[in-house]
């Protein structure tokens, strides 16, 4: 049975046959979680603190009928997938457990393999379903095939925590600046983790109204308010099993902030005008431009909510911070808008980029980036036009403050480096272009322009 072995899901039997229930716990036991109820209550109960994928469900049990439990089950969990089984075998029998719900309807006996086909096919239906609901949310998101350009410095650090924070599920923070690339490294976490073939789903806390964002997070029954005219999931319940990016938090009503709070320690969530809960487990990541610290000794900001969200802490250092890897950040978003179109970037142009403050992070040099490709009038880009301060100005002001070397001195430095690398690799172009983090075909165009032999 092969779907089984790959997707850990909870099996519910409700049977009064003890013998019959022990047999398929021997069968599913090593596949899945097989749990026992013996009556209609027990089962009930199981379910209002349990997230049930799939029942098993008899039509006679002592205190009533099975098909009876149909409603209450899929109030908890409305994609529970529930296979009616009984001994007396009928249209009307099936046709009424279909109309209250259940998937599909079994016959007493059953075959062993008859039973694993039923089960087979419900785990299935469940994740297509999973995926369809995921895919029209993020229909147009990013396909999440993310990239973090630059390694060096600061960086070096935020790829290690990428690397720890995805083998976990415990909660991570982002911080930093406005346009540093908090959503990139939140991808990164889940699409380099051991999460990455689940859902990732991303929302920004302060693009939607205060009142709004409650019936988003947690999903509404039909009729709760005014416009409510049919039932709709919310953000918690749609994560499930993956990762859920709630990007600025720190604009988190704080009102909600004790609900979210309560649905990290629980994993329950009641939707707006629903009187059942229903079992959520995501892994969250959060992140903010603002100073946390600060907003909790206003108090903005929940403290209990803070140290629960940063049991893993990422800090983003600003461009400015790790400044050499302008070139290879210039080389990705030009490969990338472009694609194999053959656009290039002076040396010169490099080095201006690189005295540039970058109040805007890596966000501002993107745009930059973008907007001088759209403007170019031949191969050759000029981004350093379309910043904020002129070129003449920053320069100036970094050698009248001694802030960085002459733009000779740092070509030239530039130069000896990419000597140096390539003779210690043997003149290998490829091992070259790996090592210095930049592409193949742009080391050869530097050394041309720089005639290193």
Known sequence: MKTLKKIKNTLLIIDDDQLLCDAIFQQFSSQVEVLMAHTGADSISICSTRKIDVVLLDQKLPDGKGVDLCQSILAYNEQTKIIF???????????????????????????????????????????????????????????????????NHGLSEVWRMIRL??????????????????????????????????????????????TLIEAELFGFEKGAFTGAVSAKKGIFEMAEGGTLFLDEIGDLPFNLQAKLLSVLDDKKVRRIGSESVKHVDFRLITATNKNIEEAIKIPTFREDLFFRLSVIRIHIPPLREHITDVPALCDYFIRKICGSAKLTISDFEIQL?????????????????????????????????????????????????????????????????????????????????????????????????????
């Open 353 to 453: 980029l690189m005295l540039y403050n970058w109040p805007g992070n890596i966000r501002e040099l993107k745009n930059i980036i973008e907007r001088s490709i759209i403007l170019r009038k031949d191969s050759i880009i000029q981004p350093s036009q379309l910043m904020s301060s002129k070129p003449d100005q920053y320069i100036s002001n970094a050698k009248n403050h001694n802030e960085l070397p002459d733009i000779s001195t740092l070509a030239e430095i530039e130069k000896n480096h990419i000597r140096h690398a390539f003779e210690k690799l043997k003149r290998n172009y490829t091992q070259t272009a790996k090592a210095l983090n930049i592409a193949r075909s742009t080391l050869k165009r530097k050394m041309k322009s720089m005639d290193i032999n």
């Open 85 to 151: 089984i009984t001994a007396f075998p009928s249209l009307e029998n099936a046709i009424s457990a279909i109309k209250l719900g259940a998937f599909d309807y079994l016959s007493k006996p059953f075959a062993i393999e008859e039973l694993e086909l039923a089960i087979e096919k419900s785990l299935r239906t469940l994740e297509l379903e999973r995926v369809e609901q995921v895919q029209v949310y993020q229909q147009n998101k990013e396909s999440g095939q993310t990239v973090l350009v630059g390694k």
């Open 165 to 210: 924070a995805g083998s976990t599920n415990s909660p991570i923070l982002i911080t930093g600046e406005t346009g540093v690339g908090k959503n990139i490294v939140a991808k990164a976490i889940h699409y380099e983790g051991k999460l990455r073939k689940t859902s990732f789903i991303d929302i920004n806390c302060a693009s939607l109204p205060e």
